[in-house]
């Protein structure tokens, strides 16, 4: 079984922090995915990464930044953390050529 | 640009009874389809996709999902549903020769005893 691991289920940060949300994947898969859900919004995908060193924005970039150092490690980063970005972050990975995604449990994010 | 559109924010059915998720897309070439399911305070699991082929996709869980290109439409159906099925649907698109998939505002089933 796939198995995609997310570093916190529940965060709490104050505005202007840095905060790093880290997402692990066992299955070797080369592509990997962070959205964030919001309710009456759905899933809206901030960056994508489809290699290691490799990411493109999605369609909520702003205010977010990506690293993907290691194959199985995809990073979310909040640079300065505004509370707009409260919400529950999910992260997801999948296998180059195929569309099913593998998501993580979720880390809930509130900023105060 | 795709898009998709689940215009049911909640649909209540009772147990038993056949349930119907409603779906609507928008890419401009072809259509990779997806539906996904969020338990209750669990992540997004995979229920089935469409790619090409038979109109009728089966999936997980006796779900299924009928494409029909004319109506630019991707219905997830269950013949009989269970409390169990209560839960949050999320329907997705890709347009071929893409890599971002674009999810949906997602639908409540919720399946009274």
């Known amino acids: 079984d796939v198995k995609v691991t997310q570093s916190s289920r529940y965060l709490v940060k104050r505005t202007g922090e840095k905060v790093f949300l880290e997402c692990v994947q066992d299955?070797?898969?080369?592509?990997m995915f962070w959205y964030r859900q919001d309710p009456g919004l759905g899933l809206r995908l901030i960056y994508f990464s489809y290699d290691v060193k490799m990411k493109e924005k999605g369609d909520i970039p702003e205010g977010y930044s990506v690293s993907r150092e290691k194959k199985e490690r995809f990073s979310l980063i909040l640079e300065s953390a505004s509370t707009n970005q409260t919400s529950m972050y999910l992260c997801?990975?999948?296998?180059?050529?195929?569309?099913?995604?593998?998501f993580g449990p979720g880390t809930r994010l509130t900023v105060l | 640009a795709q898009s998709v559109a689940q215009p049911e924010d909640q649909v209540n059915v009772a147990e038993g009874n056949p349930l119907t998720v409603k779906c609507t897309y928008s890419?401009?070439?072809?259509?990779?389809l997806f539906w996904y399911v969020q338990y209750p305070n669990r992540g997004l699991q995979f229920l089935l996709k469409y790619i090409t082929g038979d109109n009728l996709v089966k999936g997980s869980y006796g779900f299924e999902a009928e494409f029909n290109k004319s109506q630019t439409s991707f219905h997830l159906k269950k013949p009989s549903a269970l409390v169990s099925d209560s839960a949050l649907y999320f329907c997705?698109?890709?347009?071929?020769?893409?890599?971002?998939?674009?999810f949906g505002t997602g639908t409540k089933l919720q399946v009274i005893p």
């Open positions: 890419v401009s070439g072809n259509p990779y």
């Open positions: 997705a698109v890709r347009e071929g020769g893409y890599q971002k998939v674009t």
């Open positions: 299955m070797d898969h080369e592509n």
């Open positions: 997801a990975s999948s296998l180059l050529g195929t569309d099913t995604q593998y």
